[in-house]
């Protein structure tokens, strides 16, 4: 049986905040955006402006991808800026959304992560379809 749109919990209510999840700058070493992304437990980190504006996403896809694709060693990328390999103008949600067309978005998009921007473009969470599976299923939504 389907859950109502109107049913759902807004999306503040499900999605992590600011803190809780990697939020780095441009400029951040490659393997210290890995070990942020290993120590949140995640398989993303955001990437920032110094505006805090959402610049791009690195995920443990885009990882894998780019080492099968780009020709050198691995710890040659350690020295790079996550800026090199992040995914720029990455797929987002506005905060006002609601939570069926976050949830469409990550199921259409095939992403389990969503970061969340307020009407300027500031990052102000991330969606992570874990913490939306446990509302659906304590009865939240």
Known sequence: MSTPATD?????????PMGSFPALPGTTLFKEALDAMAAAKLGIVTVVDGDGKLVGVLTDGDVRRKLLKVQKPFAAFFADDVADHMTQNPVSVRHDSGLADAVALMEAKRVWDLPVVDANGTLVGLVHLHPVVKALMEGRA
């Open 8 to 16: 759902l919990p807004a999306l503040s209510k499900v999605m992590l």
